[in-house]
């Protein structure tokens, strides 16, 4: 039963993966770009920003949850998909407050390279919504503005898989669902800049930010400055 | 201390169980009034979990609060149909005569005011609840009366003066609801129907040879998906597990659905032997029946029904001494969260969860609740799972049209002169619907709730099946003096307000649908955005992660190609080069009050603003 081999394809190429596997574990190491916000690497996939949204036999699905079948057909780089990925990532610009020229995360920030990804390159359609929220700031060591929130969870599941400490958690519901902390603050957590939650890389955003190393990649050199996400 | 102890004995009673999250906060709620933060801490320190984990719980249900609330939480429908009727009015009236506003809570800590989505009440509204006790028919008299009372008793059952029909006056009810049975089929509402002989027939023979009965006479769900029940039941069955469970879902919160309150009021026993025929069929022992919140006037009268099961050998061990065979239910009191009618959703909430939907696959038949196989249906499925087993498949198949077999319960409201339940066959049109409801001018239709179908008069000859207009049950009747802008803007505020938000076109996308809908109803827009409409409908529908944000577009969708004069007679072509979606005066309303004065062109008078402008 293990290493089953599946073979389907994926925009006309034939893929092969091992039962078991996500269409996004498979198109990865098969080399074939699928964008993604919610899923990285090393945590349990959620399914939650739907950027990687394929359709899969005529009906759409999450690529990083939907399992390999068998000669399955993927549809992934099509005008509809793209239509699709650029309505999902323009929401989340307009949902949060994403000024990038003055956020620290700007040049390593996800957001902002699926942004250039899918040439959105000026303020469009959407209208803003602006949250409001209190920054915490109350950590020695790190900095939380949820304004920047995407709410793709990922500090809350590398906190709980890797770290092991719980100190992120979804409250609320709607359009005020929001990552809170185990605690009245940042402050009455036990969170630490060692934790994988908190390391760079793991907020795909601006909103975890450690302090003291502000901007810290000049220009030229940060993450997506030479290899964009898109076109690796 | 006294709240330590409080809420250290709501754990206790449900074993410091992390799984029994949602009857452990009922427990303090009741008691403290509230889950405070110290309330949040103590039982997360007692079920091992964490302050975050319940924090995020007790913000995802919106009858739990962090906050304080009265002792009497009045509660008023602010459904649709119950704004028709004069909701707004009765609002206001309990705010006079309680002296405070919605959402607040009076400085004596007796009373809160809140407005709630449909309470299964559509038939009978305005309707409010009064912690548990349901007001009907509530007009502004009889709100003030009851405001009156309230505070002189401090209890809420004075309200209910006299009982409405049937089990409605049993002495576990005691309440005012009314069931407005208004026709009665075969299958389910018919007098004289047995609370065991199904049950007994299927004993008879193998759990497969009744999967094999119900597979046969065409079974689907009727909660509005019409998923076949038989196949449900087989792969429950099939699917290796040393448990499996059976899961009734009455967290009946669709918008003018109010079928299940009538089932759970006059067929009770029949939910239950239904209940008990699918975990003999699959070979389960525990049962569950998710009852919602706004129903929890129902549940001494349920409770008394399992517990008079259970006394007869319809539940428990060796039932009906069919020997091996052991079943029992618990009930699962919901918390006011729309989304907890999607089945694994429910599922999450069963077991102490956010009440999110989970990633299928694996589908509940394989891993469903606390990952073992589960088949969750509907109220009206499982009692005709009970009736099939009694009268037979062919009997049932006899009923309907070809593709949607047996009868269905609608629940008829709004704009007609017979609000109520109708038990139909499949397959009626439904301008017949509207001829018994007296609905003769009926101009718009929402069938199948919220995210259904809106149709107008050139549609009347659809049927309600499977294949035509799905739907749960519920009939919306609007007349030609409705709006029909306003009734889309109350489904997506619905929706915005129900999005559990866990992804992202429902969370957000269903927010920005609205913003237009209202710049529409407010003048300000143009041809250009009812494309702007029907790309983010598909987009929301394409991408969303269960049926709630995949529907949520409908009402958009189907009101631009029903009443596409509605739209065009409130859109704004350009003028003079201006975007005619860009609305100036609300544009300048920041600036002026910023700079303090009023604009030099667009205002007619120049000069300073003053307070209050």
């Known amino acids: 039963m293990a290493n089953e081999i599946v073979t389907f394809k994926i925009d006309g190429v034939e893929v092969r993966g091992t039962k078991g596997q996500t269409i996004m574990e498979a198109a990865d190491a098969a080399g074939i770009h699928i964008p993604r916000l919610c899923d990285v690497e090393g945590l349990d996939p959620q399914g939650s920003c739907r950027v990687c949204t394929v359709k899969v036999n005529g009906r759409t699905a999450a690529s990083c949850t939907q399992p390999v079948a068998d000669g399955m057909t993927v549809e992934n780089d099509t005008t509809e998909i793209r239509n699709y990925r650029r309505d999902l990532v323009r929401m989340l610009y307009h949902e949060g407050n994403h000024l990038c020229p003055c956020c620290e995360a700007s040049g390593r920030c996800e957001l902002q390279e699926l942004g250039y990804e899918f040439g959105i390159l000026q303020p469009d359609k959407y209208p803003y919504l602006q949250p409001n929220r209190p920054v915490d700031a109350s950590h020695p060591d790190i900095l939380l503005d949820t304004n920047r929130c995407i709410r793709c969870g990922r500090c809350i599941r590398a906190s709980r898989q890797v770290d092991h400490k719980n100190v992120f958690g979804y409250v609320g519901r709607g359009i005020h669902k929001q990552v809170g902390v185990n605690g009245t603050d940042m402050a009455h957590t036990n969170a630490a800049v060692g934790d994988k939650a908190i390391a760079i890389g793991t907020c795909p955003v601006g909103c975890i930010i450690q302090k003291r190393i502000g901007f810290f990649a000049p220009i030229g050199s940060r993450r997506f400055d030479s290899k964009p996400g898109g076109k690796q | ?613």
Not at chain 2, 93 to 99: M, Q, Y
Not at chain 2, 234 to 254: F, M
Not at chain 2, 411 to 430: L, T, W
Not at chain 2, 534 to 547: E, F, M, V, W
């Open chain 2, 1 to 613: 201390m006294e709240v330590q102890s409080t809420v250290k004995q709501a754990c206790a009673k449900f074993g410091n169980d992390r799984g029994r999250m949602m009857d452990i906060l009922w427990e303090v709620q009741k008691k403290l009034g509230c889950v405070n933060d110290e309330a949040m801490e103590i039982v997360a320190a007692q079920v091992k979990s964490t302050r975050v984990e319940i924090e995020g719980i007790v913000t995802f249900y919106s009858f739990f609060s962090r906050e304080q609330k009265g002792k009497i939480v009045i509660r008023i429908c602010d459904d649709i149909i119950d704004r028709h009727a004069g909701s707004e009015l009765i609002a206001e009236t309990f705010s006079r005569e309680l002296g405070i506003a919605v959402g607040q809570i009076s400085p004596d800590k007796s009373f809160s005011l809140e407005l709630t989505p449909c309470i299964g009440m559509s038939d009978q509204g305005p309707a409010a609840l009064v912690n548990e006790t349901v007001m009907t028919n509530l007009t502004v008299q009889s709100a003030s009366e009851a405001a009156r009372q309230l505070k002189k008793t401090m209890d809420p059952s004075t309200l209910v003066v006299k009982t409405g029909d049937g089990n409605n006056g049993h002495k576990l009810v005691k309440s005012m609801v009314n069931n407005n049975i208004r026709l009665k089929g075969d299958v389910l509402l018919s007098d004289g129907i047995s609370a065991s002989a199904g049950l007994k027939n299927a004993l008879k023979t193998a759990p497969a040879d009744v999967i094999r009965e119900i597979t046969e006479s065409g079974l689907r769900g009727r909660g509005g998906a019409g998923f076949p029940t038989g196949e449900k039941l087989r792969l429950a069955a099939q699917t290796k597990a040393d448990k499996r469970y059976v899961i009734c879902n009455a967290d009946e919160g669709e918008p003018g659905t109010f079928k299940d309150r009538v089932l759970l009021t006059e067929r009770a026993d029949l939910v239950f032997e239904g209940m008990t025929v699918a975990a003999y069929a699959i070979g389960s022992d525990s049962g569950i029946l998710y009852l919602r919140a706004e129903y929890a006037y129902l549940l001494p009268f349920l409770e008394d029904t399992l517990e008079n099961r259970r006394k007869t050998g319809l539940l428990g061990k060796n039932i009906l001494g069919k020997s091996g065979f052991d079943f029992d239910v618990r009930i699962q009191m919901g918390a006011g969260a729309y989304i907890c009618g999607e089945e694994s959703a429910l599922i999450s909430s069963c077991e102490g969860l956010r009440g999110e939907p989970k990633n299928r696959p694996p589908f509940p038949v394989e891993k469903g609740y606390l990952s073992k196989p589960t088949a969750v249906n509907n109220v009206e499925t499982l009692c005709c799972v009970a009736r099939i087993l009694d009268r037979g498949s062919a009997w049932f198949s006899g009923i309907g049209t070809k593709a949607s077999k047996g009868t269905k319960l609608l629940s008829v409201c709004g704009d007609c002169e017979k609000p109520g339940i109708y038990e139909v066959p499949f397959g009626i049109e439904i301008s017949e619907v509207l001829r018994m409801a007296g609905a003769l001018d009926a101009a718009i239709v929402q069938v199948g709730g919220a995210g259904g179908v809106m149709i107008g008069r050139g549609s009347f000859d659809k049927k309600i099946c499977f294949s035509d207009l799905a739907t749960g049950g519920s009939i919306m009747v609007f007349g030609p003096d409705r709006n029909v802008l306003g009734i889309v803007d109350y489904f997506l505020e619905f929706f915005a307000d129900e999005s559990c938000g866990y992804c992202t076109p429902c969370r957000v996308g269903v927010v920005f649908l609205r913003e237009r809908i209202q710049q529409i109803m407010r003048g300000f827009a143009e041809n250009a955005d009812l494309d702007y409409l029907r790309d983010l409908s598909k987009t929301i529908k394409a991408t969303s992660r269960c049926g709630l944000g995949s529907s949520a577009p409908n009402c958009v969708l189907n009101s631009l190609e029903q009443f596409p004069l509605v739209y065009s007679s409130h859109l704004k072509e350009h003028k003079d080069g201006i975007n005619s979606s860009f609305d100036i005066q609300k544009a300048l309303d920041e600036s002026r009050r910023i700079a303090k004065r009023k604009s030099m062109i667009y205002d007619p008078v120049y000069g300073e603003v003053t307070d209050g402008e």
